[in-house]
Nanobody, 121 residues
Framework: VQLQASGGGLVQPGGALRLSCAAS????????MGWYRQAPGKQRELVAT???????NYRGFVKGRFTISRDNAKNTVYLQMNSLKPEDTAVYYC????????????????WGEGTQVTVSS
């Protein structure tokens, strides 16, 4: 199983970006998916998650600005980021809990390689 993230880049403050993360490989089902970020010199932190039933959860610092969504037919999770701020600058990582076999009663967490988001004028 692989997760491939894309959509990062350089954007001015107040701008927007849309990140995508597609899972591929032997996939039976995907439970929760999420986005994390890691700024230079800081620990990786949770940004937002979405369950298999489309329930979402956001950290306070992105509420009202970021929207997480998923397309189960494409095994893809998205993060729409609006009103970006310089403090949003970080490498963004996607995460997914994936069940690879119908006989398994649990999923395994997989991580994408990360995509750089830089917010600067």
């Amino acid at each position: 199983v692989q997760l491939q993230a894309s959509g990062g880049g350089l954007v001015q403050p107040g701008g927007a970006l849309r990140l995508s993360c597609a899972a591929s490989g032997t996939i039976f089902s995907i439970n929760a998916m999420g986005w994390y970020r890691q700024a230079p010199g800081k620990q990786r932190e949770l940004v937002a998650t979405i369950t298999g039933g489309d329930s979402t959860n956001y950290r306070g610092f992105v509420k009202g600005r970021f929207t997480i969504s998923r397309d189960n037919a494409k095994n893809t999770v998205y993060l729409q980021m609006n009103s970006l701020k310089p403090e949003d600058t970080a490498v963004y990582y996607c995460n997914a809990n994936i069940v690879t076999n119908s006989g398994l009663g649990y999923g395994v967490d997989y991580w994408g390689e990360g995509t750089q988001v830089t917010v600067s004028s």
